[in-house]
């Protein structure tokens, strides 16, 4: 039976990873967060690894604060960098797959074409970079490893920009939004299940692969917003403004639409449209 190790196992992905564990009796799940296993705590992590015999890690941990990053730049390096850079030798060391989660922020938004695997990420705030720093400690590396950028997260589980919306929307009669990024959103629990495909079919083979994988469409976050208040009925009017309007700490990508055609076409994996994946989990919301 191989195990996996699934860690920051307490966030959007990793819950939903848990909801999937019932389907592969097959597969022995190891769910840890920060009580379970520090990582950044290396001895800590080294031991937990010899004593659990880990086939497969797949890790949901980061720092994700964008504007936070800005100014805790030392705590978002270790989780986004150091952390990932010791994970992918312990994975070498231990002849383990590492599936490691990164972000559209790796790029600067200046595209006029869905960004490919290849395009050279130019990050634009402290968190892209240290998301960058991650990802190119496990190119690195010697380890197998999967990279699986993803953009704008949503989840039943966590904090996320869709409960924001449900909550602001019912205690308000209007919210201004910006509607000049334009991105893709994720339904964590459809990069969860891709997550599985790909664990169960990269098996004993030697891998370094970087993977897009959003949800299809195209959308702005305005268009998101007005979408998640009409599929809820809420009397909560959206206004379009522009990111000058609304200013933050971290710059943020104008366009970060990711093509997703070499996950689709090395997994033969079927994509949910954005709004299809919307209302499922707004049902499971009720």
């Known amino acids: ?14 819950s939903e990873l848990k909801e999937l564990k019932s389907q592969y009796e097959s597969l022995n799940f190891i769910f840890t967060d920060v009580d379970e296993l520090d990582l950044t705590d290396f001895s800590a992590v080294n031991m937990f690894f010899k004593n659990n015999n880990i086939d497969v890690c797949v ?8 504007d936070q990053a800005e100014d805790d730049n030392d705590l978002a390096m270790m989780l986004n960098y150091e952390v990932v850079e010791h994970l992918a030798e312990v994975c070498y060391n231990y002849n383990t797959l590492f599936v490691h989660i990164s972000t559209d ?18 990050p634009n705030s ?31 589980f966590g904090n996320n920009f869709v409960k924001t919306m449900l909550k602001l929307g019912s205690e308000r009669d209007n919210l201004n939004v910006v509607a000049d990024q334009v991105g ?41 917003a007005k979408s998640i208040m009409d599929i ?40 949910p449209y954005w709004l299809d994946s919307l209302k499922l989990m707004l049902d499971r919301l009720k």
């Open 126 to 156: 402290f968190y892209g970079r240290s998301k960058l720093d991650g990802e190119e400690a496990v190119m690195n590396s010697s380890c197998n490893s999967v990279i699986i950028r993803t953009s704008w997260l949503y989840s039943v």
């Open 59 to 66: 890790n949901c941990a980061a720092y994700t604060a964008v």
């Open 232 to 271: 809820r009925n809420l009397d909560c009017s959206i206004a379009a403004i522009e990111s000058k309007d609304f200013p933050a700490k971290a710059a943020r990508p104008f366009y970060s639409v990711l093509n997703k055609s070499k996950i689709k076409n090395d997994f033969k994996v079927d994509i």
């Open 105 to 122: 922020y790796v790029f600067d938004g200046k595209n006029y074409k869905p960004y490919v695997e290849t395009d050279i990420p130019v």
């Open 184 to 224: 893709t959103p994720t339904n964590a629990a459809d990069l969860a299940k891709v997550i599985m495909v790909i664990i169960n079919n990269v098996e004993n083979i030697s891998i370094k692969e970087v993977y897009h994988y959003s949800n299809e469409g195209v959308i702005s976050w305005y268009d998101f």
């Open 1 to 14: 039976m191989k195990n996996i190790l699934v860690t920051g196992s307490n966030g959007q992905l990793g």
